[in-house]
């Protein structure tokens, strides 16, 4: 089964740091992909973890440990246009991503 | 990086009749599509899996009568939903899977909003 957990919403101001937790419990685990999702818009490609450990791409980072089923993802020195939903998706060897409900990160001046 | 495009954008149309929804990777041959479905304020719902030149895999509780998927070359996905209905009203989004050098990457489409009047 799947079974995906993220905090629902985060507040921070901007130039802060903000690291958004995810938990999951899926079969056949692949990797797992991090997406941005604006209101009314697709989701947008942030990363994808297959091995542990962290992945630093500029302003974001993810974090991934397979055995604990956990991964996360670190947003700094925060802009207001990174006010988003931000969605954990576990994939299998098919491909097929598995989303939560995502987290609403609000950056506030 | 990679881009999927989806056409049309938006499309408003009368109860009981068929739309048809083209997914396209632009610069990259993709095996394997998705199509999504978004509810407002909801998460993305994996509807079907696409794999060119096969039948299309279907989630449960997704009618694949109601919902044709067509994987006809390896840039093209369409999603034709068959007889709508105010409730099919959605967001549907595709994605591409993109697998250079071993390297798994996924890409969405901007997503087609689909009103049944």
């Known amino acids: 089964g799947q079974n995906i957990d993220q905090p629902t919403e985060m507040t921070a101001t901007e130039g802060a740091i903000v690291q958004i937790n995810c938990t999951y419990q899926?079969?056949?685990?692949?990797?797992l992909f991090w997406y941005q999702q604006h209101a009314g818009e697709a989701p947008t490609f942030l990363s994808y973890?297959?091995?542990?450990g962290l992945e630093e791409k500029g302003r974001f980072s993810s974090f991934l440990s397979r055995s604990k089923g956990y991964s996360y993802l670190l947003l700094k020195e925060l802009q207001m246009k990174d006010s988003a939903s931000y969605l954990c998706?576990?994939?299998?060897?098919?491909?097929?991503?598995?989303f939560g409900a995502g987290t609403q990160v609000v950056v506030t001046p | 990086g990679a881009v999927v495009s989806q056409h049309p954008s938006w499309v408003i149309c009368k109860s009981g009749t068929s739309v048809k929804i083209e997914c396209r990777s632009l610069?990259?041959?993709?095996?394997?599509m998705f199509w999504y479905r978004q509810f407002p304020k909801q998460s993305l719902m994996l509807m079907a899996t696409?794999?060119?030149?096969?039948?299309?895999?279907?989630e449960q509780g997704v009618e694949k009568d109601k919902f044709l998927i067509n994987h006809a070359s390896l840039t093209l996905s369409t999603l034709t939903v068959t007889s709508a209905h105010p409730e099919d009203s959605s967001f549907y989004i595709c994605?591409?899977?993109?697998?250079?050098?071993?390297?798994?990457?996924?890409?969405f489409g901007p997503g087609t909003r689909l009103l049944v009047l």
């Open positions: 610069d990259f041959q993709a095996t394997t």
């Open positions: 899926t079969s056949g685990f692949n990797g």
């Open positions: 973890n297959v091995l542990d």
């Open positions: 998706a576990p994939t299998d060897s098919w491909g097929k991503l598995q």
């Open positions: 696409s794999n060119e030149g096969s039948k299309a895999t279907y």
């Open positions: 994605s591409a899977r993109d697998e250079p050098s071993g390297q798994e990457t996924q890409y």
